[in-house]
């Protein structure tokens, strides 16, 4: 018995190596039928498996169809590296650097403290302020990088709520009539009153968040600043009472609301617009890889489609929350313990802080005013390139000819531009209205964003996941093997279709919660596609409540990289995220399939089997 134990955990130290070795073995069979569809089913199961397990990193188990393809004879290597960067990539890549260039200047922090200032200081107004914030961010940001800014801002302000409520409690005077936070930098991400996030962000791994270089102390206030060991002086609490084993019923609640609203926001936020999160691009370039451009898929169009469910699960989800985390008598029409009796205090403590934070921003730069022009004028292309609620005008496209023009243009219009447009006003300029100095000799002056942090931060491995999964598509329909798994669902005809978009959304819902989501939409999207042709229904019946489903992961850390942001502090554990997880992971698969069978049919029309996808059997 103790040799079997032993031998257990050597294989689980070496798991990952025998992943590698053992899944080509255990699939070899299918070599041996010298057929191109069993070849394209074993690349398939190959990848399946590296992805699902992480055997390898996933960006490089991303590059094996470049080898694979080749070696049995597939796909050219011209044609399979051909995928790698097709225009959705770009598409990615451009919204990539404009976030960037949002986060170099501090546009989003901007953004996100003033929206905490206008929804007030009541922990349920404050949590509303944080998801509203945070959904509106990911929308163009990174969900991930929302997240990783986002979450020590709401930790900030929990412990400085937390420190008031201790101060109060003994009776003790803080200057200025409040407590400052000291933060603890040895202990990040223990749940004790850490705000500094290293290595937690998966799309930006030589990231920091915040940066050591600025000395950030709770909610990105720089040390220098304010002197906040000299400051307080409030006796015996202490730091190190701010631990999570001392925290009261309340506080705990509180903390954990806090920081879950962000996580799930981002999750929301992101599948708003087609860029927002890896799995919506990724499901956009799969539907282009297969079937081409002419699938009606756009920015605009999707975005009236998501917001609706946007708002909506923004709404629930806040209420639930608050219902679970926040004083059970909490309602609008009954003052609480979290919102009522200590609203002074508890709201003064947050409001001050936040006060604090966006004086500490000080007045709006040249810079930030740029990068809002330019994310602006973005956003107005992406939306106007094709034009149906402006009469008389069908778009800035139409300028152009047909099939010319998609949104990776206008992303690349704007990214260059970015690289060009000065970060301060030149000097020429402000010498002729005299706001220039008079010992500032002329010279260049550096751009909004330099290429050096554009490639520092541009999430390369999602580029290579994505890209990836976009030559896995083109493997399958070259190798006849999506040929072949539409004859094989063709035993499925009999169930109604509304009845297998229900099927699949709560299996590949509840799969993606131990996986990689945009791993998993990458494997499953064409295998979806085949079944459509199957069944005769249009492939975006199926494949967009699927990408929604995968996204709509909020019960385990491993879900989604927001997901394993906030359990990275600590404070959130396992079954706090399960419980409040639970909920709206059922809440998401009902609206994936209430709006396909709403929405869907109202901008993409589901329900007729479309001119561009197969209509052989149909």
């Known amino acids: 018995m103790d040799k079997l ?101 501090n546009l989003h922090k901007r953004i996100a403290i003033g929206t905490l200032r206008i929804m007030g200081s009541r922990p349920r107004w404050l949590m509303l302020g944080f998801m509203i914030s945070t959904a509106f961010l990911s929308m163009w940001i990174s969900n991930t ?44 991400g223990k749940g004790k009153g850490s705000y500094e996030l290293k290595s937690v962000n998966p799309a ?39 631990d999570i084993e001392k925290l009261t019923p309340d506080e705990l609640r509180l903390s954990k609301g806090m920081l879950l609203c962000v996580a799930y926001a981002a999750t929301i936020g992101g599948t708003t617009a087609l860029t927002g999160t890896g799995t919506t691009v990724a499901m956009t370039g799969i ?56 609203e002074t205090a508890d709201g003064q403590a947050a409001k001050e802080l936040i006060k604090r934070e966006y004086k500490a921003l000080g007045p709006i730069s040249f810079a930030e005013v740029a990068v809002l022009v330019h994310f602006v004028c973005l956003i107005l292309l992406w939306f106007l390139r094709k034009s149906s609620f402006i009469p008389g005008f069908d778009g800035w496209g139409q300028l152009f000819p047909a099939g010319y023009v998609n949104d990776a243009t206008a992303a690349m219009v704007i990214s260059i531009s970015l690289f060009i447009f000065p970060s301060k006003m030149p000097w020429f300029i402000r010498k002729i209205f005299g706001n220039a100095d008079d010992n500032e000799s002329p010279g260049p002056v550096d ?105 709509y992961a909020y019960m385990l850390p491993a879900a989604t990289p927001p997901n394993a942001i906030v359990f990275s502090f600590g404070t959130v554990k396992i079954p706090d995220m399960v419980k409040a997880g639970i909920f709206l992971n059922v809440f998401g698969i009902v609206t994936a399939n209430v709006l396909i069978n709403t929405m869907g049919d ?5 329900f007729t089997y479309p001119s561009w996808a197969p209509a052989d059997a149909c």
């Open 447 to 551: 751009p909004i964003l330099t290429w050096k942090t554009a490639q520092k931060k541009i999430p390369w491995n999602v580029v290579m996941l994505i890209g990836g999964g976009f030559a896995l598509a083109k493997g399958c329909e070259e190798s006849g093997l999506s040929a072949w798994m539409a004859d094989l669902f063709g035993a499925l005809s009999s169930i109604p279709p509304w009845c297998m978009v229900l099927i699949l959304t709560v299996i590949l819902c509840l799969f993606t919660e131990v996986t990689s989501n945009v791993a998993t939409t990458t494997v499953f999207l064409p295998i979806c596609a085949s079944l459509a042709e199957s069944l005769c229904v249009n492939p975006l019946y199926l494949m967009i409540p699927v990408t929604l489903a995968c996204t």
């Open 287 to 342: 539907i282009t890889e297969i079937y081409g451009d002419n699938t009606g898929i756009t920015f605009a169009n999707w975005f009236y489609f998501m917001i609706p469910v946007t708002v909506l699960s923004i709404f629930v989800a806040w209420i639930w929350l608050q219902s679970l985390f926040l004083d059970r008598g909490c309602s609008f029409f009954r003052r609480c313990s979290c919102c009522g009796s200590n």
């Open 5 to 105: 134990r032993y031998a257990g955990r050597v294989a689980w130290a070496y798991r990952s190596t025998l992943i590698i070795l053992l899944v080509p073995a255990l699939a070899s069979p299918l070599l041996a039928q010298n057929s191109k569809p069993a070849k394209g089913g074993w690349v398939v199961i190959v990848m399946a498996a590296y992805w699902i397990t992480e055997a390898l990193p996933l960006a490089v188990t991303s590059l094996l169809p470049m080898i694979l393809y080749p070696l049995l004879g597939i796909l050219d290597t011209n044609d399979v590296t051909m995928t790698y960067f097709k225009d959705t990539v770009v598409l990615f890549l451009g919204s990539m650097i404009m976030a960037i260039s949002v986060e170099e200047r």
């Open 602 to 606: 109202a901008i993409y029309d589901v």
């Open 145 to 188: 990088a929302t997240t990783a800014m986002m979450v020590p801002i709401a930790h900030a302000i929990v412990l400085q709520i937390i420190k008031e409520r201790k101060v109060r409690s003994r009776g003790l005077v803080a200057n200025d009539g409040m407590a400052t936070i000291v933060p603890d930098t040895d202990e990040v």
């Open 204 to 242: 930006f791994p030589d990231e920091k968040q915040p940066s050591n270089d600025h000395h950030h102390t709770p909610g990105g206030i720089k040390e220098d600043q304010e002197p906040t060991t000299e400051a307080v002086s409030v006796g015996d609490v202490k730091h190190d009472e701010l």
